[in-house]
């Protein structure tokens, strides 16, 4: 019984190790589309052309699907009133 729940724990852990390794493999591709220079520079060069863009989506969500921009205001206002509240009890604490 024992030696069974030391095999166990074993391969546990070599499973634990194996997945570690894979996350940071994962996190270093990530890396790679977020938040990048190149991102960066491609939003700066094209401010204009990105924010007209979003703004005919909105204008295209507006008239073909209102009940999704409500609910992505929603969201957009839940979010904010949980970061305020996480910002007042860091500086209560």
Do not use: C, D, F, W
């Not at 996350?23 to 977020?34: D, H, P, Q, R, V």
């Not at 209102?66 to 604490?93: D, G, M, V």
Request: glycine share 2%.
């Amino acid at each position: 019984m024992e030696e069974e729940l030391i095999e166990q724990n074993k391969l546990l852990m070599e499973e634990n190790e194996t997945l570690k390794l894979e996350i940071t493999e994962l996190n270093e591709k990530l890396k790679k589309y977020t938040n990048s220079q190149g991102h960066k520079k491609y939003y700066e060069k094209n401010k204009n052309i990105v924010m007209e863009k979003s703004k005919s989506y909105l204008q295209k969500l507006k008239e073909e699907n209102p009940n999704k921009l409500k609910e992505y205001r929603k969201t957009a206002y839940l979010n904010r009133k949980n970061k305020k509240q996480e910002i007042e009890e860091n500086k209560n604490i």
